[in-house]
Structure formats: C-alpha cells, structure tokens
C-alpha cells in the first residue's frame, strides 16, 4: 500500500522493480484523477505482465480504511514519501499506518527535511506505538534546491 500517493511514483516503482504483486496506490479524492492518469500511462508502457494495481481514496482524517486495505490487512509492505508534511494530518496518518499492519509489515517513510518536520515525525511515532527501527538520511549533492530526506523503516 502507498500512502498520499501523488503521481504514484513510488507505489509504481514498487510494481515494476520490487516483484510486488499486488499495489494499492492511494490519496485524498481531489489527487485521484491525476494518480490514475499516471497509473494508466503506466500500464501502457508495459510489455510484460503486471502486477495488480488498484487506485483509491484514501483520507487518513476518515477513521476507516478503505474496503480493499481493509480486506487486504495487514498488508506486507506500507510505504509513503512526504506524507508528513502537516503536523495536523501525522497522527492519522501513523493510525491507518496501524490499522492495515502488522508486527510483520514493512513500513518505510520517506520524508523531507524541512524544519522541525523529522523531529515531529519520530515524537509522534513513539506517542503512537510504532517505533523507529532505521533511521536514514539523505543528503542529495547533485541537486542545488533540493531539500534533505529522511527514511524511515518503521
């Protein structure tokens, strides 16, 4: 499962170069059209078989996960980059973090340095019963304006 998917671009490589089976690619409603454009022109450029890829919405502020996640839990894999953004969203979304998982799920976060955002991220983890089991940063030399990232695996 990908969480605050965007265009789709992690949840997409998890499809063709990670042997995933099955991908949930998900979002707020308003992200839906662009993310299933990206999914579809995906598909398009595809000559072999491919995994299941499935789009849907997804808001963390809803107590419930979605039917399929739900069907589905606990998932194998949750991953999501700079979802972390809004301190006012982070508590729900390391809830529907716990909610489709398991102690065997992996989960891995990306996100983006910016101020105070790491910081808030690990508090909020360890208010929220998930621990951080890796933490790395990335500190991109290529780039002039790109900004720091940390990976978390949960």
């Known amino acids: 499962v990908e969480l605050g998917s ?3 671009a992690l949840g997409l490589y998890a499809a063709s170069c990670c042997g995933a089976s099955h991908v949930i690619l998900s979002d707020v409603p308003a992200a839906l059209p662009l993310l299933q454009q990206s999914v579809s022109t995906f598909c398009m450029q595809l000559d072999a078989a491919r995994p299941k890829l499935d789009v849907l ?9 979605p039917g399929l996640v739900s069907t589905l839990s606990p998932v194998d894999v949750v991953i999501g980059s700079d979802v972390a953004y809004s301190a006012e ?20 976060i990306s996100l983006a340095d910016r101020p105070g955002e790491v ?23 290529c780039a002039e304006h790109a900004l720091d990232s940390t990976v978390f695996e949960l």
């Open 89 to 108: 969203v982070l508590p729900c979304l390391l809830q529907s973090i716990r909610k489709c998982s398991s102690r065997d799920t992996r989960i891995v």
């Open 119 to 141: 910081d808030r991220f690990r508090a909020a983890c360890c208010l929220g019963g998930l621990s951080v089991e890796l933490e790395t940063r990335f500190s991109p030399s």
């Open 6 to 8: 965007g265009l789709g």
């Open 57 to 65: 919405a997804w808001d963390w502020k809803n107590d419930e996960i």
